[in-house]
């Protein structure tokens, strides 16, 4: 057995000194390519930042499974599983803009045992351990209680195949839901904007197409704030939408006008 929060420890350490190389490594020339689009970027400085992580992991748990964003899965039949986005918001950090993060979660089986997410341009660390409450800085923090969408400050996000997949690519869903809340934000890093439900900054969050490295660390940080996350896998990858549980169903009603698959 493991000593989560040792782990935890470990693992906040991790996120700190890859988001620190990260902030050193933007505004400076990089290699990249692209994967599923032209817009889907990945820089040199992801690869770099998952191998740090990577080697980390492997140093000190050398016997758990690894899900990568960059790398895929390293299956050695472990019942633990680290899942990674090392550079999530890649658009965000290539333009110089300065909201991205560091995302780290480990499974056991099927249950989330840990979630950190470090945003390095704002100093802020984000984690929870399973049944122990969600923080900000040494900080415990809790989703919002405000329960009508008239009243509620969203995020969403806007997948890569937006221009291929018009069907699909939750501008419908953004139109009705437009006009029924203050208003909607787009950060451009999911793990953040979820962050932001957990610590009450935003009131809810949707978006269609995740991976599950987009939201098992914040994912678990949200459900130790109080809320919940309803996450639907298809054939194109993951479809999310979180608020505290009462807003939560207002928010799933609404989106389910128009997008009965959600």
């Given at each position: 057995m493991?000593?989560?929060?040792?782990?935890?420890?470990?693992?906040?350490?991790?996120?700190?000194?890859?988001?620190?190389?990260?902030?050193?490594?933007?505004?400076?020339?990089?290699?990249?390519?692209?994967k599923?689009?032209?817009?889907?970027?990945?820089?040199?400085?992801?690869?770099?930042?998952?191998?740090?992580?990577?080697?980390?992991?492997?140093?000190?748990?050398?016997?758990h499974?690894?899900?990568?964003?960059?790398?895929g899965?390293?299956?050695?039949?472990?019942?633990?599983?680290?899942?990674?986005?090392?550079?999530?918001g890649?658009?965000?950090?290539?333009?110089g803009?300065?909201?991205?993060?560091?995302?780290?979660?480990?499974?056991?089986?099927?249950e989330?045992?840990?979630?950190?997410?470090?945003?390095?341009?704002?100093?802020?660390?984000?984690?929870?351990?399973?049944?122990?409450?969600?923080?900000?800085?040494?900080?415990?923090?809790k989703?919002?209680?405000?329960?009508?969408?008239?009243?509620?400050?969203?995020?969403?996000?806007?997948?890569?195949?937006?221009?291929?997949?018009?069907?699909?690519?939750?501008?419908?869903?953004?139109?009705?839901?437009?006009?029924?809340?203050?208003?909607?934000?787009?950060?451009?890093s999911?793990?953040f904007?979820?962050?932001?439900?957990?610590?009450?900054?935003?009131?809810?969050?949707?978006?269609?197409?995740?991976?599950?490295?987009?939201?098992?660390?914040?994912?678990?940080?949200?459900?130790?704030?109080?809320?919940?996350?309803?996450?639907?896998?298809?054939?194109?990858?993951?479809?999310t939408?979180?608020?505290?549980?009462?807003?939560?169903?207002k928010?799933?009603?609404?989106?389910?006008?128009?997008?009965?698959?959600f």
């Amino acid at each position: 057995m493991i000593d989560i929060n040792d782990v935890l420890e470990n693992v906040k350490q991790w996120a700190v000194e890859v988001g620190e190389f990260q902030a050193a490594r933007q505004n400076q020339r990089l290699q990249y390519h692209t994967k599923s689009t032209n817009t889907d970027i990945v820089t040199e400085v992801d690869l770099a930042s998952e191998k740090l992580i990577i080697d980390n992991i492997r140093k000190h748990y050398p016997d758990h499974s690894i899900l990568s964003e960059e790398d895929g899965l390293h299956d050695i039949s472990s019942d633990y599983m680290w899942v990674i986005d090392p550079l999530d918001g890649t658009t965000n950090y290539f333009y110089g803009y300065p909201i991205f993060a560091v995302s780290i979660a480990l499974k056991h089986k099927d249950e989330t045992l840990l979630g950190v997410v470090y945003v390095p341009k704002l100093n802020e660390l984000f984690y929870a351990v399973k049944g122990q409450g969600a923080y900000l800085n040494e900080n415990k923090i809790k989703v919002s209680d405000r329960q009508e969408l008239h009243e509620s400050l969203m995020g969403t996000g806007f997948p890569y195949d937006k221009a291929i997949d018009p069907e699909n690519n939750n501008l419908q869903i953004l139109n009705n839901l437009l006009t029924n809340v203050v208003c909607v934000r787009r950060s451009g890093s999911a793990a953040f904007d979820l962050c932001c439900v957990a610590s009450g900054r935003l009131d809810g969050f949707w978006e269609l197409k995740l991976k599950l490295w987009d939201i098992a660390a914040a994912g678990l940080i949200i459900e130790e704030a109080g809320g919940r996350v309803i996450a639907s896998p298809n054939d194109k990858g993951i479809n999310t939408m979180t608020a505290n549980p009462v807003l939560l169903e207002k928010l799933r009603a609404k989106i389910e006008e128009c997008y009965k698959n959600f």
